[in-house]
């Protein structure tokens, strides 16, 4: 069984920032590529931003220049820091991680409970 556990989501002011956890526990052999996506109302759930097992990342130009996102491996979490937070930036933000198990042999992905991001005045 794989765990992901999100944390750090709120309610922030236009321009505001916060900073997003995703702690992956369980019965982990290694984990792959690991990602934040987020779901709007009304549309469609989008890639915020992905990082590779290597630390390539990679951010929609919607994000870019205002989102971070990093991971650390020793402690299999992936984080994202949001600055300069804008009213469209509301959403629920899920965290992915592809995930090899000691019970599977390939990489499988995993989805985190998700946590509602508001940005509002």
């Known amino acids: 069984q794989v765990q992901l556990v999100e944390s750090g989501g709120g309610l922030v002011q236009p321009g505001g920032s916060l900073r997003l956890s995703c702690a992956a526990s369980g019965s982990i052999r290694s984990i792959g590529a690991m990602g934040w996506y987020r779901q709007a109302p009304g549309k469609q759930r989008e890639l915020v931003a992905g990082?590779?097992?290597?630390?390539?990342?990679d951010y929609p130009d919607s994000v870019k220049g205002r989102f971070t996102i990093s991971r650390d491996n020793a402690k299999n979490t992936v984080y994202l820091q949001m600055n300069s937070l804008k009213p469209e930036d509301t959403a629920v933000y899920h965290c992915n991680a592809q995930v090899r198990t000691y019970y599977r042999n390939t990489y499988m992905p995993y989805w985190g409970q998700g946590t509602q991001v508001t940005v509002s005045s």
């Open positions: 990082i590779s097992s290597a630390g390539n990342t």
